[in-house]
């Protein structure tokens, strides 16, 4: 039995725990029985929060059978003259111009936005906190994120000068769980960098728990998933 009473019912722990019988996971509630109140609960949010039939499509995709994903026989290199590039001179100066006004038209008609993948730690570079937040080094002081929202700012300003009407690029930002609370309180430290808090949005990147080579669940201590 469960020390003291967890937050959950015993219905819903039932469910829980058929659940994920099915999906031939529910190894992972071995150790229920020895945890207290608090870890109980908390185990059970986070079990409550996976749904484990999708992690096993993951594992049969990525591990089991990495080649049977549908139409991944037919990736290919696109075809020769398929496309330009501004960066090896393959484009022609009309081709440059037509590029920057369709993105400026795009812009001007909420079709355009911005997202970064910011989801990483500066661990590898002697800091905790996430990498946009680093100084880089340079004479400015100016960290990733606001060299990132100066660019924004800069283009919203080029395309609201065509038509005169205000241009506004939404910023979506990724990311983590270390990295979600630093990096929302840089942002309103630092006012958002001169954009608007109503064009910037935040949201958490998708996370996995870790399998063992049979596709099993592993737990990262009794009361938690690794």
Not at 11 to 29: C, I, M, P, T
Not at 130 to 156: D, T, V, W
Not at 181 to 198: I, M, P, R, V
């Amino acid at each position: 039995m469960v020390k003291s009473t967890p937050s959950f019912t015993a219905e819903r722990l039932a469910a829980l725990k058929s659940n994920y019988r099915e999906a031939g996971q529910d190894h992972v509630f071995k150790f229920l029985g020895d945890l207290d109140d608090e870890a109980a609960s908390a185990l059970f949010e986070q079990l409550d929060s996976i749904q484990p039939e999708r992690c096993n499509e993951f594992f049969d995709r990525t591990v089991r059978n990495p080649t049977s994903v549908e139409g991944a026989d037919r990736i290919a290199p696109l075809e020769p003259g398929s496309f330009s590039s501004t960066l090896d001179g393959s484009a022609s100066a009309d081709d440059i111009a037509a590029w920057n006004d369709e993105g400026m038209r795009l812009i001007r008609a909420n079709k355009v936005a911005v997202i970064l993948l910011a989801g990483g730690q500066g661990t590898r570079l002697g800091s905790s906190e996430p990498k946009g937040c680093y100084n880089i080094g340079l004479p400015s002081g100016k960290c990733l994120f606001e060299i990132q929202a100066e660019r924004i700012r800069r283009l919203q300003k080029i395309a609201s000068a065509a038509d005169g009407m205000p241009a506004k690029i939404p910023w979506l930002v990724m990311t983590s769980g270390p990295t979600s609370a630093a990096t929302k309180q840089k942002f309103a430290e630092s006012s958002y960098f001169g954009l608007s808090a109503d064009d910037v949005f935040f949201f958490n990147q998708g996370v996995l728990p870790c399998f063992d080579m049979d596709g099993k669940l592993m737990l990262d201590q009794p009361g938690k998933l690794a």
